[in-house]
Nanobody, 124 residues
Framework: QVDLTESGGGSAQTGGSLRLSCVVSGWTTSVDSMGWFRRSPGKEREAVAIIYRGYDITYYADFVKGRFTISEDKAKKSVSLQMNSLKPEDTAVYYC?????????????????WGQGTQVTVGS
């Protein structure tokens, strides 16, 4: 069993910054990648950013490239998402994910473990 504990999120103004963090505990050898998905109002859930643990290989959705940065703290078994230059369209519930399934990084089925989600609201 793997548990994901999210923190961070909240509200920011356009152009502002927020930071999300997620700590993974439990059977962590079953996890080779961690990151974030989001669900915006009226939209389907989508991949935001993923990091492959131990390799520092990262993937980003086009809509966050250059603004968001994902990083891993190996000692703390956590992953963080630094979100800069926020836009109103970044408003969403952000979900921490972890897994080691097959498929491309942006496939939901690749991730067996999901956090409960944390709200990010960006005002104009």
């Amino acid at each position: 069993q793997v548990d994901l504990t999210e923190s961070g999120g909240g509200s920011a103004q356009t152009g502002g910054s927020l930071r999300l963090s997620c700590v993974v505990s439990g059977w962590t050898t079953s996890v080779d990648s961690m990151g974030w998905f989001r669900r915006s109002p009226g939209k389907e859930r989508e991949a935001v950013a993923i990091i492959y643990r131990g390799y520092d290989i990262t993937y980003y959705a086009d809509f966050v490239k250059g603004r968001f940065t994902i990083s891993e703290d190996k000692a703390k078994k956590s992953v963080s998402l630094q979100m800069n230059s926020l836009k109103p369209e970044d408003t969403a519930v952000y979900y921490c994910v972890a897994g080691r399934g097959g498929g491309t990084w942006d496939r939901e089925s690749r991730y067996d473990y999901w956090g409960q989600g944390t709200q990010v609201t960006v005002g104009s």
